[in-house]
Nanobody, 132 residues
């Protein structure tokens, strides 16, 4: 069982920044092989994975994954002490406008997958609007 709660969404102008937070309540957080991902869904579009982070100690590289369109602009990070995953979003563009969802899955392989069906737990979402 897990609970995820997102925060930090809002409205910004093009080029601005936002930091999203995802507070995760997941059993044995620090010891299981967990993936926490940020997805987004724009109006009329499919939900897509934006970034993910693997929390296990056997991670590959730094354990982070990004889609090409956000590489260099978004950074996903983990605070184990707070059971919180952050998504720092810089140089925001109108195409980044969407509802952002935090998702998690535990006990899997030492890497994160990007499919919606790969994640068992979801937060309610937080809105991000980027205006020009």
């Amino acid at each position: 069982q897990a609970q995820l709660v997102e925060s930090g969404g809002g409205s910004v102008q093009v080029g601005g920044s936002l930091r999203l937070s995802c507070a995760v309540s997941l059993s044995r957080w620090s010891y299981n092989n967990n993936c926490v991902a940020w997805f987004r869904q724009a109006q009329g579009k499919e939900r897509e994975a934006v970034a993910a982070i693997y929390t296990g100690r056997d991670k590959i590289g730094d354990g982070t994954y990004y889609i090409d369109s956000v590489k260099g602009r978004f950074t996903i990070s983990l605070d184990n002490a707070k059971n919180t995953v952050y998504l720092q979003m810089n140089t925001l563009k109108p195409d980044d406008t969407a509802t952002y969802y935090c998702a998690a899955v535990g006990g899997g392989p030492p890497y994160c997958r990007g499919g919606r069906n790969d994640y068992a737990y979801w937060g309610p979402g937080t809105e991000v609007t980027v205006s020009s």
